[in-house]
C-alpha cells in the first residue's frame, strides 16, 4: 500500500482542529446528533466529506484547489461562527498558503487565490471578548501577510488587492462599541502587513511586466478605481486622490472614522447574544465585473494602491490616530524603494508621485510630528534618489519651500523638527553631485530659485549657537553639511584641471538686444549674445545664465520701486527692446521672476492704448484650453495682484473674459462680456466667504440671483454656478508665490504650475556627463557661493566648542576651503581662515604663566596652531595678509619657548649652530610692560577666553611634551625652507609680515621690552633671504630698510645684542650672497654701510667681529664688489675697525688683502683703497711709524698694480688709467715725498722712483710726461734741495732723501728723453731740468754740489754713449738741445764742456753706467718676482744704494 500524500495528512490536521474548536464551543453540541454549526449548510458534514476524500486523491496536480478549500472558506464567511472556529479556519488557510499546496495543482490556482483573498475580506464572526476578537484579526493579517508572500500572488485579481488593502487599514484603524480603539500591537500588525502586502507588489515591477489598462491615459492623475470603506454608520464612503479631495478636510476625516462596522442583525436561532463582526461589506458585482476580477492585477491596481497611500499620507490626522501620514510615508517609501526606477517606465505611476505625492506632503508637514517631517525628508531624499530625471521640479519645491524653511526656523517650528529638517538637508547633500545639481539646475536657471546658495545660507545660519550659547549636535549637523559641500566642490580627480580663462564675464560684450522672454514664457531655451554654442548646458551659457540671473536681482529692485525706471534699467542692459514693445513687456511681466505682483498689477492696469495691447498679449502667455471657468481665473489671478483702483481691475478683467471666451467657446458662456462679468461676480464671492469680518456669508443661491440675467440676459448655468461656489468656498484665491507651505497643499495653481514646469524643455534636469562638464568649470563659482557662510559658521562652531571631534571636523572644514580657494585662486579666503584660527592661539600669550601647559591642555589651540601651518605648508602662495597672523603665532611659539632653532638653520648648518644664533627669550615681568608685546601682536586678533584649557600641576610634564609635539608637526621650518618656491607677491607680503612684527617689538623696545622677538625677526629675514638668493633683489630693499631702523642712532646706544646681530648677519649674509649675486653687491655693501652710520659706541665695541667678518669677505668676495661705492663701504669699515688698538692688526691685513691682491684692485677699488690708505697713514705717522709704513706698503701695492696696467694685459680704460696715473704721481710727489719722517719720505721717493721706470708700459702721452717732470719732479727736487742744511752733516736725513730724488730725476730722464726729445716743449723742459740742478748748487752744501755736478756730468755723457747729445740734437721746434745743453750745463759747472767726451772718459763712463744698469735690472726682477715687496726700511736703504752715483762710489 503507498503511503498517503503529505498534503492529506496536513488537511486532516487542520480539519480535525476546527471541528475540536467548533465542538469546543456553545455552538456545537458534542453529544447532539444534530451537531450543527449555526449556519444554513451543514459545514462540519462538508469537513467530514473533505477528510474522507483527501485520502482517495493520488494525484494531486489534478486536484481542484477550491475543493479542499470551500468549507474552510465558507466557514470564514459564515456570520454565526465564533470568534475561536474562525480563528482555527484562518489559521488552516494560512498553512495551506505556507506550505504551497496550491502550487501542487495545475488547474484552479487563480480561482483558489482569488476566492481566499474575497473570503478573508469578507471575514464575518461572532464578536466575544475584545483580547480574541483582536486574535482573530491577527489571524486574518496572517492570512493576508501568507498570500501575498506565496508564489502565486500574481494571481490576485485588482478587486483582491483593494480590498485586502483596504480590510488591512481597517484591522489598523478598529473601533469597538466601549469606544476602545485598537490596540498598539493590532495596529503594528496591521502597518506590518500592508508594507509585506506593498513591498510584495511592487517588487513584481522589477521581476515582470505588468499589464498598463487599456485606454488609461498615461498622464492620469485619479486612479482608475477607488478603495470603498465602510463607516461606522454601515454607508459607504471613498478615499480618492484627486486634485483637491485628497486635501478635503471632510473627505479625509472619514480615513480616521470608526474602521470596523458592528452589524446588528440576529440570526434566527439566537437574536439575543451575539453580535456580528465584518471588514468589509459584502460587494455585489454583476457578469461583467466579475469576469474582470478574474484578470490578475495589472498597473491600474497599483496606481489604486499607490493613490490609497498617497491619501492616508495627505489625510489630517485625529486624536486616536495621529501617526496616519507617518504610517502612509513608510508604506509609500516601501512601495518606492521595492519597485525602484522601474516606476519612471509607467507614467500612470509616476504621475501620482510627481504630482500626487508631493501636494500630500505638503498637507502632511502642517500637521505632521517631527517623525512625520523625518519621513517626509526620507521619502523625498528617495524621490530624488531614484527619479532625479523626472522630479526636480518637485524635489526643488519640497527643498526650497519645506525643508529649508524650516530649518530656518519659519512659522516658529520647534527645535526637534527644525533639526529634523536640517538632517534631512545633510542627507540631501551626501548624495553624489547634489550640491552640483543642484546649483547648475536650479541656481544657474532664471525662473529657479537659488536652490545652492539658499542650503548655503541655512547650514551657516543654523550653525550660530543658540541664546544660551551652547553648541549641539544641531550646530554638528550644520557644520558636517557645510563640510560635505565643500568636499563634494573638491572631489572627483577627474576635474582637477581648471582654466583661468573660464573665470571671465560672460556677458561682458552684451550690446544688443536678444528676447529671453518669449522663450521663458513657453519654457524653451534661449541663446545669449556673443555665446560660442547653442547648446544651453555647456558652462559657458549655464554661467552666463547666472549672471543674468543675478543683473536680474537689480532690475527687479528697480522695477519694483518704479515701474517706469525698472523699463529704463531693462533697456539699459539690452533685455528689453528700445522702444519698448507690449509683446515684449507682457511677457517680461509674465516670466521675470521676483517681480512684485503688486507692481505688474499696476501696469496692467493703466489705460492708454500701449497698456491695453500688453493687457492682449498677456492674456496670450496663458492657455485656459478646457480649464474651467474658476481655473482659469484662479491661473490668471495667481500671475499679478489686483491694483487698488477699480477701474484698472475692470481693465485687467475684461481682458481675462475675452480670452476665456476665445479658448473655451463651449463653457455655457455666450459671450466675453458674460465671462468678462461673471469673473467680477467670482472675485466678489471670493472676497465675501473669505473675509472674516463679515457675518453673513453669501450662499449658493445668493451667487446664482446676482448672476441671472448676466449670460446675455439669460442665467448662467446653474451647474458652473455650483462648482464654481463650491471650489471658491473650499479654497480661496490666494497668491501661490505668497503662500505657507501649509497653504500652497490647497492652491490648484501651484501644483498645476509645477506640473506644467516638469514637462517643459527647462523643467527638464541636464544630462549627467553635461552636469560633470560644467561642473568642472563651474565649482570655482559654486565655492565663491558656499566658502563665506561657512567661514562665518564655522569660526562660531569653533569658539563655542570644545569638543574634540567637533574641533578635528572644524578645522578640517576650514583646511578644505583653504585647499579650494588656492586651486581656484580666490584672494582673500585664506587670509581670513587663517584670522580666524589666530583667535585661538591666545593661549600662548606672555601673559599666561604657563603659556607652555595652556597650550597643551587646549585642543582647540593645538588644532588651530596646526591647521594655520598646514595651509602654510600647502597653500602658501595664496597667502597675502594672512602672514601677519602666522608671524604672531610664530613670535608666541617663541615666547612659551617652544620654537626649535631649526626655523633659522640655513644650508650647511647643523642644529647646535642654529641654537647659538637663535635668540633667548628675555624674562618678562608679569604686568604693564609684559603685556605690551602680546597686546601688539594680538592687535589684529580678536582674543577671547578659551575654555578647553584643561591642566593640573601633576599633568604639567605630560601637557609639556603634548605642546612640543604640537609644534614639532606643524614643521615650522619649512616656512623659511620652501619660501623659495613662494610666488612673489606672496613672500613679499610675509616679508612684510616678519618687518611688521620686529617693528611692534622694536617700538616697544624704547619702553623697556626686550628685544628678543625683534632679534627672531631679523634671523628670519636673513634665513629667509638666503632661501631666496634668487629674488634677493626683491626683498632685499624691505630689509635694508628694517636694518636702517634695527641701526639708527636713536636706539643704537642701548641695544647692542640686537645691533651686534644685525651687524652679523650682514656680514654673514654679505659673505654667502655676494659671490653668488653680483648685481646684488651694491645693495648689499650699500646695507653694509649702516655699519658707519651707528653710534661710536657701539662700532668700537663691536669692531672685531667687524673685523674678523671684514676678512673673510675681502678673501672670498673682493672679486664681486663692483662699484666705487661699494669699495667706500669697505673701506670705511677698515677704517673705523682700526680705530681700536687691539683690532688694528685685523684692519691692516684686511687693507693688505684688498690692495696686494690683483683681483680686488680695480679701477673702482684703486681711489677708495688709496685714500684709506693715506688717511691710515697720516693718522698713524706720529703714533705709530711703523703701522704708518705698513699703509704705506700697501699704497704702494696699489702704485705697483697701476703701473702694470699697460699693455695687453690691462683691464682699465685708457683715460681712467692717465687719471689715476696723475692722481697717483701727484699723491707721492706732493705729499707722501714731502713728509718729515725720513723713513715715509724715503719709502715713498723709492715708490715714486719704481713707479715712475715701471710706467714705460703704460705708453704715456709725450706731454705727460713732460708735464710730470716739469710740474711734480722738478719742484719736488727743488724744494728738497732747498730744504738741505747750508753745512754738510753726513747724517743728516735730507741730504739722503736728496740724494735719492735727485738720483730719481736722473735715471727717469735717461729713460724717457728719447721717447720726449722730439717734443716741441721738451727744450724747456730741460733747460728748466738744469736751472733746478743749478739752483740746488747754490746752497752751501758741498756734499750737495758735489751729487749735483757727479749727476748731470753722468747724464750728459750717458745721452752722448746713446748718440742722443750730439751737435745736430734739436727738439720739435728746431731749438738746439746741444746749445742748451753745455751751456746751462757750464752754469751748474765750469768744467762741464764737452771736453769730458774724450774717448777714455766716454769708456769709463761708460763701463760705470752698464754696470749701474745691470744692478737695476737685477733689482726690478727681483722685486717683480717677490709677491710680497720688502719692508720699507729695506726698501729704502737698497734704493739708496742703488741710487748712489758713481763717483761717490770711487771715492
Not at 453580535?275 to 478574474?294: G, M, Q
Not at 580657494?821 to 600669550?845: E, F, H, P, W
Not at 722738478?1274 to 754738510?1288: E, I
Request: charged fraction near 25%.
Amino acid at each position: 500500500m503507498p503511503a498517503c500524500h503529505p498534503n492529506a495528512l496536513l488537511l486532516l490536521g487542520e480539519i480535525s482542529t476546527v471541528i475540536s474548536a467548533g465542538r469546543q464551543e456553545d455552538s456545537w453540541d458534542i453529544g447532539s446528533t444534530e451537531a450543527l454549526i449555526r449556519t444554513e449548510d451543514n459545514i462540519e458534514d462538508a469537513f467530514h466529506s473533505l477528510r474522507d476524500e483527501i485520502f482517495n486523491w493520488r494525484d494531486w496536480s489534478r486536484v481542484w484547489p477550491l475543493d479542499y478549500l470551500n468549507p474552510f472558506l465558507e466557514l470564514i464567511k459564515s456570520p454565526e461562527t465564533s470568534g475561536k472556529v474562525t480563528s482555527a479556519a484562518l489559521q488552516g488557510i494560512q498553512r495551506v498558503l505556507e506550505q504551497d499546496l496550491l502550487g501542487d495543482s495545475e488547474t484552479g490556482v487563480s480561482e483558489a487565490v482569488q476566492n481566499i483573498a474575497e473570503a478573508v475580506t469578507q471575514c464575518k464572526f461572532e464578536s466575544s471578548t475584545l483580547a480574541y476578537d483582536e486574535c482573530v484579526l491577527h489571524d486574518i493579517l496572517g492570512v493576508f501577510t501568507a498570500l501575498v508572500e506565496c508564489d502565486q500572488v500574481e494571481k490576485l485579481s485588482h478587486e483582491n488587492l483593494t480590498s485586502i488593502l483596504q480590510a488591512c487599514y481597517r484591522i489598523g484603524h478598529m473601533k469597538t462599541e466601549k469606544s476602545r480603539h485598537t490596540s498598539e500591537l493590532l495596529t503594528h500588525s496591521a502597518q506590518r502587513a500592508m508594507n509585506i502586502l506593498v513591498k510584495s507588489l511592487f517588487c513584481r515591477l522589477k521581476d515582470s511586466e505588468l499589464g498598463e489598462e487599456d485606454g488609461a491615459s498615461p498622464m492620469a492623475v485619479t486612479p482608475s478605481s477607488m478603495i470603498v470603506m465602510s463607516d461606522a454608520d454601515g454607508s459607504s464612503s471613498s478615499v480618492e486622490d484627486g486634485e483637491e479631495e485628497t486635501n478635503n478636510a471632510e473627505d479625509q476625516s472619514t480615513m480616521t472614522e470608526d474602521a470596523l462596522k458592528f452589524d446588528n442583525t440576529k440570526s434566527d436561532m439566537d437574536k439575543s447574544h451575539h453580535e456580528i463582526v465584518s471588514l468589509l461589506p459584502e460587494i455585489k458585482v454583476d457578469s461583467s465585473e466579475e469576469a474582470d476580477c478574474a484578470v490578475c492585477y495589472g498597473i491600474p491596481a497599483l496606481a489604486d494602491v499607490t493613490g490609497f497611500i498617497i491619501s492616508m499620507i495627505g489625510s489630517k490626522p485625529s486624536k486616536h490616530y495621529p501617526d496616519l501620514a507617518l504610517s502612509g510615508i513608510d508604506l509609500m517609501t516601501t512601495a518606492i524603494q521595492s519597485a525602484g526606477p522601474t516606476i519612471s517606465s509607467h507614467p500612470l505611476l509616476m504621475n501620482l508621485l510627481k504630482q500626487d505625492l508631493v501636494k500630500a506632503l505638503f498637507a502632511a508637514s502642517e500637521h505632521g510630528s517631527f517623525r512625520t517631517f523625518a519621513g517626509i525628508c526620507q521619502i523625498s531624499l528617495t524621490l530624488y534618489s531614484l527619479f532625479r530625471e523626472h522630479v526636480l521640479p518637485q524635489i526643488e519645491a519640497i527643498l526650497g519651500l519645506l525643508i529649508v524653511p524650516i530649518a530656518e526656523g519659519s512659522n516658529s517650528a520647534s527645535f526637534a523638527l527644525r533639526q529634523t529638517a536640517m538632517e534631512g538637508i545633510l542627507d540631501f547633500c551626501k548624495q553624489p553631485e547634489f550640491p552640483s545639481m543642484a546649483y547648475i539646475n536650479f541656481d544657474c536657471r532664471l525662473e529657479h530659485d537659488n536652490l545652492f546658495e539658499k542650503i548655503c545660507g541655512v547650514l551657516s545660519k543654523c550653525g550660530f549657537p543658540t541664546s544660551d550659547g551652547g553648541i549641539s549636535s544641531f550646530h554638528s549637523v550644520s557644520m558636517a553639511g557645510m563640510s560635505i559641500i565643500l568636499n563634494s566642490i573638491r572631489s572627483n580627480e577627474l576635474y582637477e584641471n581648471y582654466n583661468s580663462h573660464d573665470s571671465q564675464d560672460p556677458l561682458s560684450g552684451r550690446n544688443e538686444y536678444r528676447d529671453i522672454w518669449t522663450p521663458l514664457c513657453e519654457g524653451r531655451f534661449f541663446t545669449l549674445p556673443g555665446s560660442p554654442t547653442k547648446d544651453p548646458s555647456s558652462p559657458w551659457a549655464l554661467r552666463a545664465e547666472k549672471q543674468l540671473k543675478n543683473d536680474l536681482t537689480s532690475v527687479v529692485d528697480h522695477f519694483n520701486r518704479d515701474q517706469r525706471k525698472g523699463f529704463e534699467y531693462c533697456q539699459s542692459l539690452n533685455l528689453l527692446p528700445s522702444p519698448l514693445t507690449a509683446i515684449s513687456v507682457a511677457r517680461f511681466l509674465r516670466s521675470c521672476p521676483g517681480l512684485s505682483k503688486a507692481a505688474i498689477g499696476e501696469v496692467l492696469g493703466e489705460r492708454d492704448d500701449f497698456y491695453e495691447d500688453i493687457r492682449t498679449e498677456f492674456c496670450n502667455t496663458f492657455d485656459f484650453t478646457g480649464l474651467r471657468f474658476d481655473i482659469a481665473l484662479r491661473l490668471f489671478m495667481d500671475a499679478f495682484r489686483p491694483p487698488g483702483e477699480g477701474q484698472k481691475i475692470d481693465r485687467i478683467v475684461q481682458s481675462f473674459g475675452k480670452k476665456y471666451y476665445q479658448q473655451v467657446p463651449t463653457s455655457g458662456l455666450k459671450s466675453a462680456d458674460a465671462a468678462y462679468v461673471l469673473a467680477f461676480s467670482v472675485i466678489m464671492l471670493n472676497t465675501d466667504l473669505h473675509n472674516t469680518q463679515n457675518k453673513r456669508k453669501m450662499t449658493l443661491e445668493d451667487f446664482a440671483r446676482i448672476n441671472r440675467n448676466t449670460n446675455e440676459g439669460e442665467p448662467m448655468p446653474h451647474e458652473l454656478l455650483s462648482d464654481i461656489y463650491t471650489a471658491i468656498s473650499n479654497d480661496e484665491f490666494k497668491i501661490s508665490s505668497e503662500c505657507s507651505a501649509a497653504d500652497l497643499s490647497h492652491q490648484l495653481v501651484f501644483w498645476v504650475a509645477l506640473t506644467t514646469r516638469s514637462r517643459q524643455p527647462r523643467g527638464m534636469p541636464i544630462g549627467v556627463e553635461a552636469m560633470r562638464n560644467a561642473f568642472m568649470v563651474l565649482r570655482k563659482d559654486m565655492f565663491k557661493l558656499a566658502w563665506g557662510p561657512t567661514l562665518a559658521a564655522i569660526s562660531v562652531i569653533l569658539d563655542g566648542s570644545s569638543n574634540p571631534r567637533i574641533v578635528k571636523e572644524a578645522t578640517q572644514t576650514l583646511l578644505t576651503a583653504a585647499e579650494l580657494s588656492y586651486r581656484y585662486q580666490i584672494d582673500g579666503v585664506v587670509d581670513q581662515i587663517l584670522a580666524s584660527l589666530a583667535k585661538y592661539t591666545s593661549v600662548l600669550d606672555s601673559e599666561n604663566t604657563k603659556p607652555m601647559i595652556a597650550y597643551g591642555g587646549s585642543i582647540k589651540a593645538r588644532s588651530s596652531v596646526e591647521t594655520m601651518f598646514k595651509i602654510v605648508d600647502l597653500y602658501g602662495d595664496s597667502i597675502r595678509s594672512g602672514w601677519k597672523y602666522i608671524i604672531a603665532t610664530i613670535m608666541k611659539i617663541f615666547l612659551a619657548d617652544l620654537l626649535t632653532p631649526a626655523i633659522i638653520a640655513v644650508d650647511g648648518e647643523s642644529l647646535e649652530q642654529a641654537s647659538e644664533r637663535i635668540p633667548k627669550v628675555s624674562p618678562r615681568n608679569k604686568g604693564s610692560s609684559s603685556s605690551i608685546f602680546a597686546r601688539a601682536i594680538n592687535s589684529l586678533i580678536s582674543i577671547e577666553a578659551d575654555g578647553d584649557i584643561e591642566y593640573a600641576d601633576a599633568g604639567g610634564e605630560m601637557l609639556k611634551d603634548l605642546a612640543q609635539k604640537s609644534i614639532n608637526s606643524c614643521s615650522i621650518e619649512s616656512l623659511v625652507n620652501d619660501s623659495k618656491f613662494l610666488v612673489a607677491e606672496s613672500l613679499s607680503d610675509l616679508l612684510h609680515a616678519i618687518i611688521w612684527s620686529g617693528n611692534a617689538s622694536l617700538d616697544l623696545s624704547k619702553q623697556g621690552e626686550p628685544t628678543d622677538t625683534t632679534e627672531l625677526a631679523l634671523e628670519l629675514l636673513f634665513s629667509l633671504s638666503l632661501r631666496n638668493r634668487d629674488r634677493i633683489s626683491l626683498i632685499w630693499p624691505h630689509i635694508h630698510e628694517f636694518l636702517e631702523i634695527c641701526t639708527s642712532q636713536e636706539s643704537a646706544e642701548d641695544l647692542g645684542s640686537l645691533n651686534e646681530r644685525s651687524i652679523k648677519g650682514l656680514m654673514r649674509i654679505s659673505q654667502r650672497l655676494l659671490p653668488y649675486k653680483e648685481e646684488i653687491a651694491d645693495m648689499l655693501l650699500d646695507s653694509l654701510s649702516l655699519i658707519g652710520q651707528m653710534h661710536p659706541a657701539v662700532v668700537w665695541q663691536l669692531s672685531p667681529c667687524i673685523t674678523t667678518d671684514l676678512i673673510t669677505l675681502i678673501s672670498q668676495s673682493a672679486l664681486h664688489i663692483r662699484t666705487e661705492n661699494g669699495w667706500r663701504t669697505i673701506t670705511i669699515l677698515i677704517r673705523i675697525s682700526a680705530s681700536r688698538e687691539e683690532v688694528l692688526p685685523y684692519s691692516l691685513q684686511a687693507l693688505q688683502l684688498a690692495c696686494r691682491n690683483p683681483n680686488a684692485v680695480s679701477v673702482e677699488s684703486y681711489i677708495p683703497l688709496l685714500e684709506t690708505c693715506l688717511q691710515l697713514i697720516d693718522s698713524f705717522k706720529s703714533t705709530k711709524p711703523d703701522v704708518a709704513a705698513d699703509f704705506l706698503d700697501c699704497a704702494d701695492s696699489l702704485f705697483s698694480w697701476l703701473s702694470s696696467q699697460g699693455g695687453d694685459g690691462g683691464k682699465i680704460p685708457r683715460e681712467a688709467l692717465l687719471d689715476l696715473w696723475l692722481t697717483s704721481i701727484g699723491i707721492l710727489t706732493k705729499g707722501l715725498c714731502r713728509e718729515p719722517s725720513q723713513r715715509l719720505r724715503d719709502t715713498s721717493i723709492a715708490a715714486l722712483h719704481r713707479t715712475l721706470m715701471a710706467s714705460s708700459s703704460l705708453d704715456l702721452p709725450t706731454d705727460m710726461w713732460i708735464q710730470t717732470i716739469q710740474e711734480l719732479l722738478l719742484p719736488l727736487v727743488h724744494d728738497l734741495g732747498a730744504s738741505t742744511p747750508n753745512k754738510s752733516k753726513p747724517s743728516s736725513q735730507i741730504n739722503k732723501s736728496f740724494r735719492l730724488v735727485i738720483s730719481m730725476l736722473s735715471k727717469v730722464l735717461l729713460q724717457y728723453v728719447p721717447s720726449i726729445a722730439s717734443d716741441n716743449d721738451f727744450g724747456v723742459l730741460w733747460e728748466n731740468t738744469f736751472m733746478a740742478l743749478k739752483d740746488c748748487m747754490d746752497k752751501k752744501n758741498e756734499e750737495q754740489k758735489e751729487i749735483v755736478h757727479e749727476i748731470t756730468k753722468n747724464l750728459i755723457l750717458v745721452l752722448a754713449h746713446e748718440g742722443i747729445l750730439t751737435p745736430d740734437w734739436k727738439d720739435g721746434s728746431g731749438k738746439s738741445l746741444w746749445d742748451v745743453t753745455w751751456t746751462c750745463a757750464k752754469e751748474i759747472s765750469q768744467d762741464l764742456d764737452p771736453r769730458i767726451l774724450s774717448p777714455e772718459q766716454k769708456k769709463e763712463i761708460l763701463n760705470q753706467e752698464d754696470g749701474d744698469t745691470s744692478k737695476e735690472d737685477d733689482m726690478d726682477n727681483s722685486n717683480n718676482n717677490t709677491a710680497e715687496p720688502p719692508p720699507p726700511a729695506a726698501a729704502a736703504q737698497e734704493e739708496e744704494e742703488e741710487l748712489e752715483p758713481p763717483a761717490c762710489k770711487q771715492s
